[in-house]
């Protein structure tokens, strides 16, 4: 019995381990991809209906406990405002100007733009580990020329 029990206890072991590898490296393509669209679809669901609370349940916690839904509505309250909407990106394909890259600090960072017209849609976006998965501690989005 204390053999399984051991060997349930390494198992448990290599899976946390290759998860946190897993999130010491840049997603591939695909993923990082999806995670960038998926964010900034719910950031831009939460702009254009006023309701943040979506948006920030999806937030890593340090995230959420410095910005709860309200205060996001009031840092983001320009693009409610001016009725910005950007869900044409979840057809267009992100371009990375750097590289994304994980920092020392185990941040994934991942900057760029989407081709959108006649302005450009600009993100700077920052990911930590956070149940399994990357999630946001930073987020700066801005319309405009190239």
Do not use: C
């Not at 964010?39 to 669901?45: A, I, T, Y």
């Not at 959108?116 to 976006?125: G, I, S, W």
């Amino acid at each position: 019995m204390s053999a399984i029990v051991r060997m349930a206890g390494v198992l448990a072991l290599l899976v946390l381990a290759s998860t946190a590898s897993a999130q010491n490296r840049v997603p591939t393509e695909r993923a990082l991809e999806a995670l960038v669209k998926a964010n900034l679809l719910s950031f831009n669901d939460a702009n254009v209906t006023g309701n943040y609370d979506v948006f920030h349940a999806k937030l890593s916690k340090p995230f959420r406990d410095q910005f709860p839904p309200d205060r996001l509505k009031s840092r983001f309250k320009e693009f409610h405002a001016r009725h910005i909407d950007f869900d044409v990106i979840a057809a267009l394909k992100p371009q990375y100007e750097p590289a994304p890259r994980v920092d020392d600090d185990g941040k994934l960072l991942v900057e760029g733009f989407f081709p959108t017209e006649p302005l450009r849609l600009h993100f700077d976006l920052k990911f930590i580990p956070s149940d399994g998965e990357w999630k946001l501690i930073a987020i700066n989005v801005k319309i405009g020329s190239r």
